[in-house]
DNA sequence: TCAAAAGTGTGTGCTGGATCACAGTTTGCC
DNA sequence: GGCAAACTGTGATCCAGCACACACTTTTGA
């Protein structure tokens, strides 16, 4: 059984609750039970549901879609402070969307009730939640636009860019081919592109690891 | 001055607001006023915000970004019955988003104010507004797994279906360059795809309109 | 009423990326 | 320690869809 303290920190990490105080969590910690997870654990599938908003506090987590035809899309990779399967509450069923572990992970997780009524009666938190997800609307927005008209090198410098948080983040620690599910694009191509924005000192490469060297001229090359 | 009455019938089509009683809607209403506009008038965009709120009770309105290269994506076409603009009710601003009327049209009107303090005092509305936004969002995802991975002809298919509401609606008015701005094709290769479908008896095709005949085989030629 | 503009049809290159087919290198694990 | 699996690098081939070019038809609006 983990501690109340650390149940606490998990949830203080987690943006949407960062206005409320020490007490105020407590409360709801005592409805949030941490989970450690094994990597490549599957948290989320469209048949197990149930548990349903999660907010990761340490670890990475993927986020991703199959299509009826098997084809992957990662629709984002999670680090810690982040919180996932808002969706649920919204009473959608994301048919066909799946989270996994991508490395061992502590999650905090919540029931839909609980979160609904928390969410009913404190207006701080409905509205942090409201501005999740405008944020997340936002996020998507941006991906069509890119999906849709930008030609593959643009579309991996925008993702780069993204995953950085505009290049606040240095290090992107990601394979090639998990790259290219986001962009859709397949991993050769990714690999040939991240090798040519190496030989212009953008970035660095390591195994499983991007290395943002000059944001702002990524940035310009996005938009060409 | 347009009456409360149709004032009313303007929010009663508008299913946030479907299980409120005609009192309620009254008193929304007056705070509601209903605009009469021109085809191609610019209703939201960068610039001039304020207003934020929208619904369409007549007419057709064309939600789109402007990339900064000048390229265009629509983002919906919206048809009576639908509201738009809740990204600036979450505090988002839609950099490069603009809403435009394709026929003559007519819309609610609400300020950011009046509608964060009906979402904040109704919870039935707040939960209305949650369902739209989750509805939006999953819409979008969809789009996104589209984008990613179909070809154009499955892309152009999908589309159809989505805007003829899984082909309960039977005519969709778009010109075959308009749909090319949602797909990301260009014109020609929207016309050619079209035409392969009209050979197919899948569609029947007009000046401006597109009418679905076969939506079951149009949805098994989507995912293929 | 009669341009001009908007919408559609069609053909010919060209090219960005997919696909396939490897080889080399690092990591994890029994 | 050593094998298997995961990750990365790189070429050859092929094709979906873009760009451009132009003809034709319908609608719009001074």
Redesign the pocket.
Known sequence: MISLTSRVQCLNAVEIFCDLSVEELAVISKRAPVRHLDSKTIIYSPEQLGEVLFMVNEGQVQIYHLAPDGQMITVAILESGTLFGEMAILGQSLYGNYAQTMTPAILCTMSVEDVKNILLTDLRISNRFLEALGKRLLAMQQHVSILTF????Q?VASLLLQMSDSGRIREIRC???TLATMV??????V??I??EF?TQNLIE?????VVILDPTRLAAFENS
């Open positions: 930008k030609l593959m090198p579309r394979t090639h081919e859709g694009a397949n991993r050769e191509t690999t040939k991240l090798n190496r490469q390591y195994r499983g690891r």
